[in-house]
Nanobody
């Protein structure tokens, strides 16, 4: 399984970005729960959002609820994170992650596959 995250950049507070994660798998993409994590400078990696393989269940960390939307397109092997009303505290490297045949949990160690990360910087 290979994951490629993209879409990061520099944006002013209140702005929007859309992250994408392209996934290469030999099996059916819908077998994989997917998630986004982020890591700010000097901090540990933290959970942002997760989505079930079918796309019918999503979970968010409290700080992004109402601002971020996670989605996926199983026909294209793609996952997305629409980020609106961005704040400086959203700054960090955003990673996409995948786990096969499991629930979309918030624990990073449950995910066996990771992308390389994409930088998001929000200026005040």
């Amino acid at each position: 399984v290979q994951l490629q995250a993209s879409g990061g950049g520099l944006v002013q507070a209140g702005g929007s970005l859309r992250l994408s994660c392209a996934v290469s798998v030999r099996s059916t993409f819908s077998r994989y729960s997917m998630a986004w994590f982020r890591q700010a400078p000097g901090k540990e990696r933290e959970f942002v959002a997760a989505i079930a393989g079918s796309g019918d269940s999503t979970h968010y960390t409290d700080s992004v609820k109402g601002r971020f939307i996670i989605s996926r397109d199983n026909g294209k092997n793609m996952m997305y994170l629409q980020m609106d009303s961005l704040q400086p505290e959203d700054t960090g490297v955003y990673y996409c992650a995948a786990r096969s045949n499991g629930l979309p949990v918030s624990v990073s160690t449950r995910y066996g596959y990771w992308g390389q990360g994409t930088q998001v910087t929000v200026s005040s």
